[in-house]
């Protein structure tokens, strides 16, 4: 093979087309014009003889078979050109599985003017600062990069991208990019406010529309949403139709008791139109209060169409595609299935995710992102220098990228933003623990009074923590067992290492009148020996701690002291002291407390007929050893043992 047809080979390899078979050189040539598109595939046998040109240079020709005569020498000087201008897909959008992220998802607002049950917590959102999200030329210089690195479709999402003030505007600039390679700019709404738009939307580029659509029932959809609004969203899609865009999709997401019964009504939109229809898994986000109940399998959902469709057929699905596609016969448009929950489409996932305050988020279900905006806002971070190192980062998130997400199992209890906010501000999702080693010298400078996000660190203190010591100020702490919506959840410990941990933990019993004490020192309650029975509660209670406390985990102790000792001052007291210890990835306070607690409540039980006063006080953790927040002691407590 010669060099010229070597260096094609490896220029249509780089774009994904390959020659099956080698092209033999002829005794006779003459220029042959552009294939158009498609797949190049070569049936060449013993050429035939052509035209000698004896005043051209073969390698400056390239040759097919004569089925694809005639055609026109400026499309064989584009193609050409093409040939000689493609390169490989760029490394930074490349994972470690060899996918590639060719499709970015941009949220332009965290606004949204519905309040869909299984996006949006029911309290809201506190909205960021404007100052924490990104400007539209923020936007726009993110879109060039990701172009210019090898994305060829954009999708528009946020919250809702209709309510923010410039969109018609915003849409128009980055339809200005298929220029430098753009093919594709879509975009995700909810069509409350989309018609009146929507011409102007096209003509600035928009190419595909996704609407949100969940029910077609009045009644219904103000549930669902908290909002009235259904007739204008039918609007929006007649609209879309008139304008001809395709794909034109409606997502639906499908619930248990809610809207599955709507099905077939969704699929008599398909009927007539050229619509389709995608059911959706219903996925856990926080503060959707997601439950296994709700949600309605992909299998569940096609078998209950067979049983009015029997004929429906598999058609061939969008490549990269969320969607399992099928077809009714007969019918214009499709359906479809999203099966996030059941059947994950990680293995072909080309997506990418810049949420509204500049966060790169690589998957859906992956809390940890890392953020482009502080990057751009370093000094010099929009120049060319700015842009290598943006794209540095990028790689390395990229590249951090698991081959797939977690199971339904995990995925219910995994903390992770609100839907409506993949495009929010840091303040209100919980902790995540970022994975991504980023260079130090890629991340921007930090100014005295500047937050550090996105770039986690933990470290355990050198020494033992005291209760005076300088603590976070208050509106940086969070409580982890609580959502930003205010629902409770138990925190995931699967990634944490296995420790030694140890707490201990105090309990008062103050009596009062001196006739319990008695009875406890000369072993003559009725009820039997008061210390005894009480120490063996506490264990008990140790033991039992995760069925009586919800979210605390199931983990295996490896030793459980219960200690009391009777005080004579005034009425008398009884103080109790636990020491609970693990190997495990959590601490075992609560087992301590637990232990605490129980024995102090034997205590009361038995010595209740003699006096009905009793307080229990004073019930704390005093200690505690091990874990990533290290060591703490509460300050002036003095340990003690039974004598």
């Not at 404007?130 to 400007?135: D, G, R």
């Not at 448009?333 to 990418?352: A, Q, Y």
Request: aromatic share 6%.
């Amino acid at each position: 093979m010669s060099a010229l047809s070597t260096a094609v080979g490896r220029a249509l390899t780089g774009r994904g087309i390959h020659i099956q078979a080698a092209l033999q050189r002829p005794t006779s040539y003459t220029t042959i014009h552009k294939i158009p598109g498609g797949s190049i595939v070569s049936n060449a046998v013993a050429a035939p003889a052509y035209i000698q040109n004896t005043d051209r240079s073969f390698e400056n020709d390239i040759f097919v078979p004569p089925t694809r005569p005639n055609l026109p020498a400026t499309k064989f000087s584009d193609r050409m050109a093409a040939i000689k201008e493609a390169k490989p897909f760029s490394e930074f959008l490349t994972d470690n599985f060899n996918r590639q992220h060719n499709y970015l998802r941009i949220s332009v607002t965290e606004r949204c003017n519905l309040r869909c049950l299984y996006c949006m917590p029911e309290e809201g959102i506190d909205l960021s600062p404007p100052s924490h999200l990104l400007t539209t030329e923020e936007i726009l210089h993110l879109a060039k990069l990701f172009v210019s690195q090898g994305v060829t479709k954009i999708r528009l999402t946020g919250g809702e991208p209709t309510v923010r003030k410039d969109i018609v505007d915003l849409i128009a600039e980055l339809g200005k990019l298929k220029a430098i390679g753009l093919k594709e700019l879509a975009m995700t709404t909810n069509g409350i406010s989309l018609a009146r738009k929507l011409p102007q939307m096209v003509e600035g580029g928009l190419t595909a529309l996704n609407l949100s659509l969940d029910t077609l029932d009045e009644f219904k959809f103000q549930f669902m949403t908290r909002r009235k609004g259904l007739s204008n969203v039918l609007k929006s899609i007649d609209t879309a139709l008139s304008l001809n865009i395709q794909p034109l999709k409606v997502n639906c997401v499908v619930m248990n008791k809610v809207n599955v019964d709507e099905i077939p009504s969704f699929l008599a939109m398909t009927k007539d139109r050229p619509i389709e229809v995608r059911f959706i898994e219903y996925m856990p986000f926080t503060g959707n209060k997601w439950e296994s109940g709700k949600m309605i399998t992909y299998q569940a959902m096609l078998d209950q169409i067979r049983q009015s469709h029997p004929d429906l057929q598999k058609v061939q699905d969008h490549k990269n595609d969320t969607s399992k596609t099928y077809q009714i016969p007969g019918y214009k448009g499709k359906l479809g299935f999203i099966t996030s929950m059941t059947h994950n489409f990680c293995g072909t996932c080309n997506r990418l995710r810049i949420t509204s305050d500049g966060n790169i988020k690589v998957c859906l279900f992956d809390n940890a992102e890392v953020s482009l905006r502080d990057m751009m806002r370093a000094e010099g971070g929009m120049g060319p220098e700015g842009e290598k190192k943006l794209l540095e980062v990028i790689g390395v998130a990229v590249k951090g990228k698991k081959e797939k997400h977690v199971g339904l199992g995990e995925l219910e209890s995994m903390p992770n933003r609100p839907m409506i906010l993949i495009g929010n501000g840091y303040r209100r999702r919980p902790p995540s623990k970022t994975t991504y080693n980023i260079p130090l010298h890629l991340l921007p400078p930090l100014h005295i009074g500047q937050s550090v996000r996105a770039y986690s660190t933990s470290g355990k203190p050198d020494r033992p923590v005291t209760a005076t010591d300088s603590q976070e100020p208050v509106s940086a702490q969070k409580l982890t067992h609580v959502l930003p919506s205010g629902a409770a959840h138990m925190v995931p410990i699967h990634e944490k290492a296995v420790t030694t941990r140890t707490a201990k933990a105090i309990s008062t019993i103050k009596f009062s009148n001196p006739d319990a004490v008695k009875l406890i020192r000369s072993n003559s309650n009725k009820k039997g020996d008061v210390l005894s029975i009480s120490r063996i509660a506490g264990i008990m209670a140790a033991k039992k701690t995760p069925e009586i406390i919800p979210l605390c985990h199931p983990i295996s102790i490896s030793k459980v002291q219960v200690n009391l000792r009777v005080v004579d001052d005034g009425n008398g007291a009884i103080e109790i002291l636990t020491i609970v210890t693990c190997d495990g990835k959590t601490g075992v306070e609560m087992e301590a407390l637990a232990a605490a607690t129980g024995a102090a409540l034997t205590v009361y039980d038995m010595c209740k007929a003699v006096d009905k006063g009793m307080v229990i006080d004073g019930t704390r953790v005093v200690e505690k050893v091990g874990g990533q927040s290290g060591d703490w002691r509460e300050e002036g407590w003095v340990e003690w043992s039974e004598s």
